[in-house]
C-alpha cells in the first residue's frame, strides 16, 4: 500500500467524510432511521427525527420516491413509488458498523473465503448496544427463526488452510463471547446476518487504477437502509462509493410501483452463464 494509507482504519476514514444536507433543499426533511426502516421509536428517540443527525449510528438521506415495503418471497424490498428517471440518487447511507480491509489483511485467518463477514461480524460484536437491537432486528435471517452455526469452509488438506480456518472459528467465538447480553441463539443470528446483509464498498471502482491507488479505502459495512435492496442479475441500481459513504443510484428509468435492484455480484459476472453467477452468489 502507498505511505499515505499505513496504519489506516475505518474510525478515522468515517471522520473525514462527514455526510451532510446542504441548507436550504426543497422538500427535505428530517427523519430517524428507525422510522425510514418502518419501526416504532427507539429507546430514547423520539422517532421524528429530533435526534438527527446528532444521534449515534449512521447518517443517511434517503428519496421521498422510494419506499421500503414487502417483497413477495424476499422478505423487504425498495420500491419507487412515483416514477423515477435514469441517473437518480436513490439513497446515500453510511453503514452501521464498518472494517477496512486493510485492518484484518495481516491476521492468520485473512486467507480464509469468509474473511471479510467474519471481520465485520466481530467489529458488530465490539460495538454492539441494546440500540442496535431493533434495527437488526429487521434484517434477514428474522428474529426467531433457527440458524444453523456455519465455520469457515476449508476443503484443503494443506495445514495452513486448516490452521486458517480454525483460527477464523476462534476469532469469531472470542469476539462473541464477550457479549454477555445476548444468547447464543440471537449471536447465530446477528452472525448469519452480516453474512447475508453486508456489502462491500470500494472507493473509484469504477476506474482501472482502482486496485493500485484506492484499495486501502476497500471493506464492508452493515448497511440498516441498503441491506432491503434485493438481487437482480439485471439491476436498476449502480452503486458506488466514497470511502464507507455509498450512493445507490438508478441506472435506467423506473416506473412507479416497480420494485429497485441492485446486483450482489461483481459487474463482470451479470453477463457470464447462470452457473457462474450462481456460484457468484452462493460463496
Same mark, same amino acid.
Given at each position: 500500500?502507498?505511505?499515505?494509507?499505513?496504519?489506516?482504519?475505518?474510525?478515522a476514514?468515517?471522520s473525514?467524510?462527514?455526510l451532510?444536507?446542504?441548507?436550504?433543499?426543497v422538500?427535505a426533511?428530517?427523519?430517524?432511521?428507525?422510522?425510514?426502516?418502518?419501526?416504532?421509536?427507539m429507546?430514547?428517540?423520539?422517532?421524528d427525527?429530533?435526534?438527527?443527525?446528532?444521534?449515534?449510528?449512521?447518517?443517511?438521506?434517503?428519496s421521498?420516491c422510494?419506499?421500503?415495503r414487502?417483497?413477495?418471497?424476499?422478505?423487504?424490498?425498495?420500491?419507487?413509488?412515483?416514477?423515477?428517471?435514469?441517473?437518480?440518487?436513490?439513497?446515500? %447511507?453510511?453503514?452501521?458498523v @464498518?472494517?477496512?480491509? /486493510? =485492518?484484518?489483511? *495481516?491476521?492468520? +485467518? &485473512?486467507?480464509? #473465503?469468509?474473511?471479510?463477514?467474519t471481520?465485520?461480524?466481530?467489529?458488530?460484536?465490539?460495538?454492539?448496544?441494546?440500540s442496535?437491537?431493533?434495527?437488526?432486528?429487521?434484517?434477514?435471517p428474522?428474529?426467531?427463526?433457527?440458524v444453523?452455526k456455519?465455520?469457515?469452509?476449508?476443503?484443503?488438506?494443506?495445514? %495452513?488452510?486448516?490452521?486458517? @480456518?480454525?483460527?477464523? /472459528? =476462534?476469532?469469531? *467465538?472470542?469476539? +462473541? &463471547?464477550?457479549? #454477555?447480553?445476548?444468547?447464543?441463539?440471537e449471536?447465530?443470528?446477528?452472525?448469519?446476518?452480516v453474512?447475508?446483509?453486508?456489502?462491500?464498498?470500494?472507493?473509484?471502482?469504477e476506474?482501472?487504477?482502482?486496485?493500485?491507488?484506492?484499495?486501502?479505502?476497500?471493506?464492508?459495512?452493515?448497511?440498516?437502509?441498503a441491506?432491503g435492496?434485493?438481487?437482480?442479475?439485471?439491476?436498476?441500481v449502480?452503486?458506488?462509493?466514497?470511502?464507507?459513504?455509498?450512493?445507490?443510484?438508478?441506472?435506467?428509468?423506473?416506473?412507479a410501483?416497480e420494485?429497485?435492484?441492485?446486483?450482489?455480484i461483481?459487474?463482470?459476472l451479470?453477463?457470464?452463464?447462470r452457473?457462474?453467477?450462481?456460484?457468484?452468489?452462493?460463496?
Amino acid at each position: 500500500p502507498r505511505l499515505w494509507a499505513l496504519g489506516l482504519t475505518h474510525s478515522a476514514v468515517a471522520s473525514k467524510l462527514p455526510l451532510r444536507l446542504a441548507a436550504g433543499v426543497v422538500g427535505a426533511a428530517r427523519k430517524s432511521l428507525t422510522a425510514v426502516v418502518g419501526l416504532e421509536k427507539m429507546a430514547g428517540g423520539s422517532g421524528d427525527g429530533d435526534d438527527f443527525p446528532e444521534a449515534p449510528g449512521p447518517l443517511f438521506v434517503v428519496s421521498d420516491c422510494i419506499a421500503l415495503r414487502s417483497s413477495a418471497g424476499k422478505g423487504r424490498g425498495w420500491f419507487a413509488t412515483a416514477a423515477v428517471p435514469a441517473g437518480t440518487i436513490l439513497l446515500i %447511507e453510511r453503514p452501521l458498523v @464498518a472494517t477496512l480491509d /486493510a =485492518e484484518w489483511r *495481516d491476521k492468520k +485467518w &485473512a486467507t480464509c #473465503d469468509s474473511a471479510d463477514t467474519t471481520a465485520l461480524g466481530n467489529e458488530l460484536a465490539k460495538a454492539y448496544s441494546p440500540s442496535f437491537r431493533p434495527l437488526l432486528s429487521v434484517l434477514h435471517p428474522p428474529d426467531g427463526s433457527p440458524v444453523r452455526k456455519e465455520h469457515a469452509s476449508n476443503d484443503s488438506d494443506d495445514e %495452513e488452510d486448516v490452521e486458517a @480456518a480454525e483460527a477464523l /472459528a =476462534e476469532a469469531s *467465538d472470542r469476539a +462473541w &463471547a464477550a457479549v #454477555d447480553e445476548l444468547a447464543d441463539s440471537e449471536k447465530e443470528r446477528l452472525r448469519a446476518v452480516v453474512r447475508l446483509n453486508s456489502l462491500g464498498f470500494y472507493t473509484n471502482s469504477e476506474q482501472l487504477c482502482h486496485s493500485g491507488h484506492f484499495s486501502a479505502l476497500t471493506g464492508s459495512g452493515l448497511y440498516a437502509l441498503a441491506s432491503g435492496f434485493n438481487h437482480s442479475c439485471e439491476p436498476s441500481v449502480a452503486r458506488f462509493s466514497i470511502g464507507d459513504l455509498t450512493a445507490f443510484v438508478t441506472n435506467r428509468p423506473v416506473k412507479a410501483g416497480e420494485e429497485l435492484f441492485i446486483t450482489y455480484i461483481e459487474s463482470e459476472l451479470l453477463c457470464a452463464p447462470r452457473s457462474l453467477r450462481g456460484q457468484s452468489l452462493n460463496r
